[in-house]
């Protein structure tokens, strides 16, 4: 009876053995599988992190102007700065504001006569006007002057003859002076900054624009200084478009009023700027616009809608321009802006 269990007995010994090992197999394979798999899960972890990583490093890269670098100004020049200018002269009162509002102050050995803005702007040496002391200005040492071609060709041909690095300018649009500040602010190594300037300038406009939208367009005659309006082409022509004004100036560019043709547009409402001046003294603007023969007529004066306006906002093509759009939204309408 023992003799005959015995086959039968190894038969299911060999059919168990067989069992565990294949069972044995299968976790061992399902283990490994399960490692491949957490490793392979690491792996992709690694890459997402590497990836993050390098997407940071490239953010703050851009951050940083990259040396040598080149730009060609307004008038087709093109400049190349080895590092960020150290010593800066500006020859115009938008430029010397930009420079400190992407936090480049420190960099500036001289200003134009009309730079008050910041306050610091007013302790720097002055180098004139339109007028400037070339003299002056050469004995500074610059490695970068900026200016207006349009308003200082013959100082900015002079200096250039004289091998000093001049980044002339002359923007007609909103855009344009948000261009030039992002321009100013990568050749000074303040891109940061700088896109914070204009990121304020794009949010001012876009908070204009739409609260104007709706708003009934009215005729808009703007006086920024005795005599003299601003048609077409230019930056304030457009500063009153986007505060939901229609400018009755038809003709290009600046350029001194007929004052017949004013009473003819009939404009619904007035801007002038203001002036600096001794005390008591009256802004000769407002007194044109009071006295000129036949203005007493025009709806705007019969009206009162006859508005000052700060003048260096208005008129200067740097960051404080989004302060003029807004003065002058909120002065032809008034009750959108609370």
């Known amino acids: 009876m023992k003799s005959k269990l015995m086959p039968l007995t190894k038969i299911v010994l060999t059919l168990t053995m067989a069992a565990l090992l294949m069972l044995t197999a299968a976790c061992g394979s399902g283990g490994n599988k399960a490692n491949q798999a957490a490793e392979n899960e690491g792996n992709t972890a690694n890459t997402s992190e590497q990836a993050a990583a390098n997407a940071n490093n490239s953010a703050q890269q851009q951050q940083h102007s990259v040396y040598p670098l080149k730009l060609k100004d307004v008038t087709g020049t093109e400049l190349t700065f080895q590092s960020a ?195 008591g003294e009256k802004n000769p603007i407002l007194t044109g616009i009071e006295t000129r023969p036949g203005w007493a007529t025009i709806n705007a004066i019969k009206n009162k809608q006859v508005f000052e306006v700060d003048q260096d906002p208005l008129t200067r093509v740097g960051p404080r321009l989004a302060d003029g759009l807004l003065e002058v939204a909120k002065k032809l309408h008034p009750d959108l802006f609370k």
Do not use: C
Not at 85 to 103: C, F, G, H, K
Not at 146 to 155: E, H, I, K, P
Not at 180 to 193: A, P, R, T
């Open 85 to 279: 200018p150290a010593r800066i002269v500006s020859l115009l009162p938008s430029e010397t504001e930009i420079v400190y509002a992407v936090e480049a102050g420190a960099s500036l050995v001289a200003v134009d006569n009309y730079s008050n803005y910041p306050k610091e702007a007013e302790s720097l040496p002055k180098i004139g006007d339109m007028d400037a002391d070339i003299e002056k200005i050469v004995s500074l040492k610059p490695d970068l002057v900026l200016a207006s071609y349009t308003m200082g060709s013959a100082v900015v041909d002079k200096l250039r003859s004289l091998q000093i690095p001049v980044f002339a300018t002359d923007p007609k649009t909103y855009d344009a002076v948000m261009e030039k500040v992002k321009q100013i602010g990568e050749i000074l190594d303040k891109n940061e900054q700088a896109a914070a300037v204009t990121a304020h300038m794009e949010q001012v406009r876009e908070q204009v624009v739409n609260a104007v939208k709706d708003a009934p367009k009215r005729n808009v005659y703007l006086e920024f200084a005795p005599g003299w309006t601003v048609g077409k082409g230019e930056f304030l022509d457009e500063l009153i478009t986007l505060a939901g004004g229609v400018n009755i100036a038809s003709e290009q560019g600046w350029y001194e009023i007929n004052p017949e043709s004013v009473v003819k547009s009939n404009p619904d409402q007035i801007i002038y700027a203001s002036m600096t001046l001794a005390e």
